[in-house]
């Protein structure tokens, strides 16, 4: 059973930084996209970043230039989040992806980010 937990989540004041880690266990396969997402309270989940298995990253328009998604192998990724703005406040999930070999899509409880002005 995959299991993700997310920690690294807490309140910081604008302009600060924080770095979330993702450790996922339970995966047996060793290839896999993985990623950010993060739900503001009354929005829907939105991405953050993701980087594909062979290292590909993309980023929402909104933290480009100030957050990095990072992996070490196929069970972490990291996300380094500079220069933080209350816009940032949410709760962010880890995300495993295996869509492109199978079905399966794994999410992490999430940790939440706060960020005060």
């Known amino acids: 059973q995959v299991q993700l937990v997310e920690s690294g989540g807490g309140l910081v004041q604008a302009g600060g930084s924080l770095r979330l880690s993702c450790a996922a266990s339970?995966?047996?396969?060793?290839?896999?996209?993985m990623g950010w997402y993060r739900q503001a309270p009354g929005k829907q989940r939105e991405l953050v970043a993701a980087i594909t298995f062979i290292g590909r990253t993309n980023y929402a328009d909104s933290v480009k230039g100030r957050f990095t998604i990072s992996r070490v192998n196929a069970n972490t990724v990291y996300l380094q989040m500079n220069n933080l703005k209350p816009g940032d406040t949410g709760v962010y999930y880890c995300n495993v992806d295996r869509r492109r070999w199978s079905s399966e899509n794994y999410w992490g409880q999430g940790t939440q980010v706060t960020v005060s002005s």
């Open positions: 339970g995966i047996t396969f060793s290839s896999n996209d």
